[in-house]
């Protein structure tokens, strides 16, 4: 399974979560049932998977925050559709918690291309939108403030 294959099954397992309003005491549980019913077998997907739900969960409340800092006075995060708020906590995951960096523009890319696949007509532009604001105003990987 390559990088975008793994990165869609983890916003699967994310997206399942949020729409059940799993407890993370239940995360282990779910993630292993998951990746049974899926015949997920490959140590990096699992390895990819489980960091990314338990560095979300972990930083759950400063990516909620990063992630409403960005949007217009007229929206707010019980607004979003699940579907866009579990590729942008994913995104901003990667982009200001994982361990080993991902470049940026990778990660927009990817995240724009599940938009474009679970999401509206209206979830790409919205999703890179976002994104771009993140990158622009925490400087991540030299972008810089205009």
């Known amino acids: 399974m390559n990088r975008s294959e793994t990165r869609k099954t983890a916003f699967e397992l994310i997206y399942s979560l949020e729409i059940q309003k799993v407890s993370k005491e239940e995360y282990e ?4 049932l998951f990746l049974q019913t899926n015949q997920i077998e490959e140590k990096k997907v699992k390895d990819y998977i489980e960091d990314t739900i338990y560095g979300i969960e972990k930083n759950k409340e400063k990516i909620l ?10 929206w707010e995060l019980n607004r ?9 906590k994913i995104a901003t995951y990667e982009l200001m918690y994982k361990e080993v960096p991902i470049p ?5 890319n990817e995240a724009v291309e599940l938009a474009k696949t679970f999401g509206d007509d209206n979830a790409p532009s919205f999703v890179n939108g976002i994104l ?8 991540i990987e030299g972008a810089t403030k205009e």
């Open 80 to 88: 979003l559709s699940k579907v866009s708020l579990a590729i942008l």
């Open 65 to 74: 925050d990063i992630i409403n800092q960005e949007l217009s006075e007229k």
């Open 104 to 108: 940026y523009k990778v990660v927009v």
């Open 29 to 32: 549980e779910q993630i292993e």
């Open 132 to 139: 771009a604001s993140i990158i622009k105003n925490n400087n």
